[in-house]
């Protein structure tokens, strides 16, 4: 089955500056992840009709335009099952069905099979036809993904990357950046980078002492972090927070420390 994409300027954190919105089918199509309206995404719809909408996660860099989308299009919106009421609040559409994993979209190119995929945001899955799967903000082919507390969760993150690794696709289509020839390769690269940089922040509280949250981050990056700082912060809380949850570290909202307070 074939994805069609159109690659949608939107004000994002993403250094590409764009959200990849997909598209499958032709007359009864599934539209992933409007980010807004743009001639390009309109050039790819303008010929099909359109059937179903539905977002990987409502960020506004991938929700903005299922207002528009649906209005234009009477087509059907789905929203995740349990998280509604968020959907409805991003968008500003109340969402016609709700999917779980393993629920299938129909469309005249063939069923979309819907994968639960939380971590970079509570809500967020991915859409899975043949060997493709839309993978949202999961995965990059370079650099990594943000997870960020308070709606990031690492260890969510962590168990849809091993998923999806053991799911073997043979490509990956992420709302950012070029399609991921090696998903296998690229799960266990970012798996890698979130176990390298907890060991960092495990590091700033046991050997470095360090106990508040921008200690901590002082500590667990040696890099610039001017313009991103603020994303590196919350990186770091959802790591305290994720430990803490283990119980290798205590984190009480303002210190950590390397053992629980007995």
């Known amino acids: 089955m074939d994805w069609q994409r159109a690659d949608v300027p939107v004000p994002t954190r993403a250094p590409t500056g764009t959200t990849a919105a997909y598209v499958c089918g032709d007359e009864a199509a ?12 309109d050039s790819l719809l303008s010929d099909r009709t359109l059937a179903h909408i539905a977002l990987t ?27 509604a009421t968020a959907f409805e609040a991003a968008t500003g ?6 999917f779980s994993d393993g629920t299938t979209i129909p469309t005249d190119a063939g ?7 939380p971590g970079h945001a509570p809500e967020h899955v991915a859409f ?16 990594s993904v943000v997870v960020g507390a308070p709606e990031g969760d690492v ?40 176990l390298e940089r907890e060991q960092r922040v495990r590091a ?35 790591h305290l927070e994720k430990l803490a949850v283990e119980g290798t570290v205590s984190w009480d909202g303002e210190r ?3 053992h629980p307070a007995e």
């Open 57 to 83: 996660h409502y960020h506004p860099d991938h929700a903005g335009a299922v207002a528009h989308y649906a209005r234009e299009t009477n087509a059907t919106v789905w929203a995740r099952r349990g998280r």
């Open 204 to 238: 700033a509280v046991n050997d470095d002492g360090a106990d508040t949250l921008d200690e901590i981050l002082d500590a667990a990056y040696d890099k610039d972090l001017t313009g991103v700082r603020d994303l590196a912060r919350e990186t770091v809380l959802a």
């Open 111 to 117: 069923p979309v099979t819907v994968l639960d995929t």
């Open 155 to 194: 260890r969510a993150y962590l168990a849809s990357l091993r998923r999806l690794h053991a799911r073997n696709p043979d490509v990956l289509l992420p709302g950012h950046g070029p399609r991921i020839e090696s998903p296998r390769e690229t799960c266990a690269r970012l798996i890698s980078h979130r």
């Open 93 to 98: 559409v109340t969402p016609d069905k709700l």
């Open 256 to 258: 950590a420390a390397l």
């Open 128 to 143: 899975a036809t043949d060997g493709t799967v839309v993978s949202g903000d999961l995965a990059v082919a370079e650099g």
């Open 30 to 41: 599934l539209l992933v992840d409007p980010a807004d309206t743009d001639d390009a995404l």
